[in-house]
């Protein structure tokens, strides 16, 4: 029984540390800046926060892919028109 707790204590001492580990490390070594996402504050009425949480919800995306997913169609058709001129 105590072979087994020590075993257990050790494994989560492990994983505890190796949380430390990567809490310590920059954030571009843990794999977060892969993702070349940029991250910035948008400030929104709330109207316009409600507008855009239930058009999310109807969609199955959250409120951050929803405003995403509308910027991106955005500069699709931007790129589009202009291509056309």
Do not use: H, T, Y
Not at 62 to 67: E, F, K, Y
């Amino acid at each position: 029984m105590r072979q087994q707790r020590r075993s257990a204590c050790g494994e989560l001492r492990f994983i505890v540390l190796a949380l430390i580990r990567m809490a310590k490390k920059p954030e571009a070594s843990r794999g977060e800046a892969s993702n070349d996402k940029k991250q910035f504050l948008l400030r929104l009425s709330d109207s316009l926060w409600k507008e855009l949480s239930a058009w999310a919800e109807d969609d199955f995306r959250s409120i951050n892919g929803q405003i995403e997913f509308l910027l991106s169609e955005c500069v699709k058709k931007r790129k589009k028109k202009n291509q056309q001129e």
